[in-house]
Every structure is written in C-alpha cells, then in structure tokens.
Nanobody, 129 residues
Framework: QLQVVESGGGLAQPGGSLKLSCSVF????????TAWFRQAPGKEREGIAC????????NVTDSEKGRFTISEDNAKKTVDLQMSSLKPQDTGVYYC??????????????????????WGQGTQVTVSP
C-alpha cells in the first residue's frame, strides 16, 4: 500500500531556509510523480513542485522558481523540497502527494491535483519574525 509521510516543517524567519522531506512507502510498478502542494491559511491548495520517478524530470511552479528546489535522495528514499529566501506568505501546510503517470514519457507537470491519489498528512511551515 502506497503511503507518503512528510517531515521537516517548523518555524523559520523571513529570509531563512527549510527543507521538507517526503518518505514514500510501498512503491509498486509503474511511474509516478511525487509532488509538493501548499495550502496557505484561507486559500486553496496549490501545486508547488513535482518530480518524475521515471527520469527525474522536475518542475517548480513559476512563482517559486529560484527559491524552491525539488530533488530525490535515493539513499534516503525521499523527495525533498528545499525552500530558501522564505517569506511570510510561504506559511501554510505543505503536503506531499503521489500520482501515477499515465504514460512513461509524461512530465510530472502534466498531472492535475485530482490525479494525485496518495496524500500525506501535511507538515506545517510558519514563516514569521
């Protein structure tokens, strides 16, 4: 059974950095996109970044490019979201999710939120002085 567990959230100061990790359990056959989503207080959940298990191709939403990086740590079997130059508006609950790619060459950015079937419980990130 597929399961994802997030870790690494917490309190950070503006301009600081945090690294979130997503541990994936029960990986089966096929190719997946592992993605990070953010839900800020009072706002809808939004996709931040994703990475394909097939070829490692990744995508970061335009608004976070240059500040956020997604990567795989094969030794730890995690997908990490490195966040830097944090802003108060980055505050929210960060979710890791897993979605199956429909075909082997599909970029992870081709998946919509509804295509992600396995979700973690979320980890809180608070950016405040």
């Amino acid at each position: 059974q597929l399961q994802v567990v997030e870790s690494g959230g917490g309190l950070a100061q503006p301009g600081g950095s945090l690294k979130l990790s997503c541990s994936v359990f029960g990986f089966g056959s096929g190719y997946y996109s592992t993605a990070w989503f953010r839900q800020a207080p009072g706002k809808e959940r939004e996709g931040i970044a994703c990475i394909s298990s097939r070829d490692g191709r990744r995508n970061v939403t335009d608004s976070e490019k240059g500040r956020f990086t997604i990567s795989e740590d094969n030794a730890k079997k995690t997908v990490d979201l490195q966040m830097s130059s944090l802003k108060p508006q980055d505050t929210g609950v960060y979710y890791c999710a897993l979605g199956k790619l429909r075909f082997s060459g599909q970029p992870c950015s081709g998946l919509l939120e509804r295509d992600y079937s396995t979700w973690g419980q979320g980890t809180q990130v608070t950016v405040s002085p």
